[in-house]
């Protein structure tokens, strides 16, 4: 490894990116897609009510609350030929395509409250699928690669794939959108075309990437005394906090910004989808300079420092005027560290984080750490899908209307501007408080060595002594 005392532990580029592709399906799906559309689509293509949109994705977060949990639990405990996590993906991919593209259905239903429950049905059924694949996915970082730099490096392949590809879903999206008159027609051939993508490129990372015998080789707790582990595990509870944190302005800009773009800069829907693929570039293309930072810094420094450069940005929204095309483009295009940081770093770090549970239960239970991780991480974009709507509502807001009132207006500003602002605040004052640092990160795992809990593995085959 690149600490002292300590053997590097590299990867190859084809397990790096075998592992990348495979978070194509989230990235694009619920962490593209779903958060920059899916609201919209409800109220002005689905012509579902505001208020019962937000109700709509409610009612599939209750479900939540026990899927994720359980299924991480399940992952750890599940012992086949293929290992613990690459049979989930194995066998999730093909509902996991087909349950996107029911999502985005219209169904004959012209009462609200049927058509509110139909599309939480389906949304429930989707957020299923994405917590069978999503969960055994997320732990297999710290299965890859015991390295303290070489996780920074595999999130950061996983986020460079997961911004390019959601650029690419929203730029040709757009042109979809820019060539048809059909708006509820263009949502359904988006749907099944990208159900039909995710299915073999989560079998990319079933094929593609190995796990750790030893890790395997354990007996676990029961899951009420796994969550106890968790909840001791304090450098953990940071992670997860600066990975919400960062990823609720992403959630509320996704919800909002295609509000802002269409109503306050005057933009077509098509226009709006290519702002969000600048977002996504600018993403792309500054994520070699915080991958830089991550690895010559202290990860947190790092983190603050992109953050940091976001909430300024976020804060020069409101200067925006209305129809300033040109400036709106500048905007998308300086959100790109944040971008890129929020993608890459908690999770490098949330991978860090478990040899202190290792440490302190002697296990290695990544399954319970992902399922409570894509349980937030999903409980947060809810959050905001299911407030936003109301706040439309109570606002003024007219479905399809040419224009809105001012306080409807008002009421986008703020949210696509102040309310990100302050939660990256926040953010940044937590990862200061961050204990993780990698001198105590190599300590952590020198104790390990010295009980013989490491376990490490050459995933290409073989055991290291």
């Not at 109700?55 to 293929?82: C, E, K």
């Not at 603050?304 to 409101?318: D, E, R």
């Amino acid at each position: 490894m690149s600490q002292e005392g300590t053997e590097k532990e590299n990867l190859t580029v084809w397990t790096k990116i075998a592992y990348a592709v495979g978070g194509l399906a989230n990235s694009v799906g619920p962490g593209t897609i779903v958060a920059f559309w899916y609201l919209f689509f409800l109220t002005d293509v689905a012509q579902l009510n505001p208020a019962l949109a937000g109700i709509t994705v409610i009612l599939g977060g209750a479900w939540d609350a026990v899927n994720d949990p359980l299924i991480g639990w399940l992952s750890d405990r599940t012992r086949t030929r293929w290992g613990r996590r690459r049979p989930y993906l194995l066998f999730g991919a093909v509902p996991y395509g087909i349950t996107f593209a029911l999502m985005w259905v219209v169904p004959p239903i012209e009462n609200q409250i049927l058509l509110c429950l139909y599309f939480a049905a389906i949304y429930i059924l989707f957020d299923t699928a994405v917590t069978v694949v999503s969960c055994p996915y997320n732990a297999l970082v710290p299965e890859l690669t015991l390295d303290y730099d070489e996780r920074t490096s595999v999130t950061s392949y996983r986020a460079f794939v997961s911004i390019v590809t959601g650029l690419l879903a929203a730029v040709g999206f757009g042109l979809v959108l820019d060539s048809t008159s059909n708006i509820q027609i263009a949502f359904l051939g988006m749907g099944i075309s990208f159900g039909l993508i995710f299915i073999p490129t989560i079998l990319v990372s079933f094929f593609g990437t190995h796990e750790r015998e030893s890790f395997q080789n354990q007996s676990l707790p029961s899951l009420w005394k796994s969550l106890r582990f968790v909840a001791r595990n304090r450098p953990w509870r940071y992670s997860l906090g600066m990975h919400i944190l960062s990823w609720i302005p992403v959630n509320i800009a996704s919800a909002v910004f295609v509000y802002y773009l269409v109503y306050w800069i005057n933009m077509r829907p098509s226009e709006a989808s290519m702002v969000q693929g600048v977002i996504l570039a600018s993403g792309a293309l500054f994520m070699p300079l915080v991958l830089w930072m991550g690895r010559h810094w202290e990860k947190k420094i790092a983190y603050m420092v992109s953050i940091a450069s976001w909430l300024v940005v976020m804060l020069s929204i409101l200067l925006v005027p209305q129809g300033a095309k040109p400036l709106a483009y500048l905007v998308a295009i300086l959100v790109g560290p944040g971008i890129a940081a929020a993608h890459a770093l908690p999770r490098a770090m949330s991978a860090d984080t478990l040899d202190v549970d290792q440490l302190q239960s002697g296990l290695r239970q990544e399954g319970v750490y992902a399922g409570l991780e894509v349980f937030a991480r999903k409980i947060s974009v809810k959050v905001i899908l299911a407030t936003v709507g109301p706040i439309l509502a109570w606002s003024g807001y007219v479905q399809n209307a040419t224009t809105q009132s001012p306080r409807a207006l008002l009421a986008i500003r703020l949210l696509i501007a102040v309310v990100p602002s302050i939660i990256l605040i926040m953010a940044i004052l937590l990862a200061w408080k961050y204990p993780l640092s990698r001198n105590k990160h190599r300590d952590v795992q020198d104790q390990l060595r010295s009980q013989n809990l490491l376990g490490l593995v050459n995933i290409e085959g073989g055991e290291e002594e």
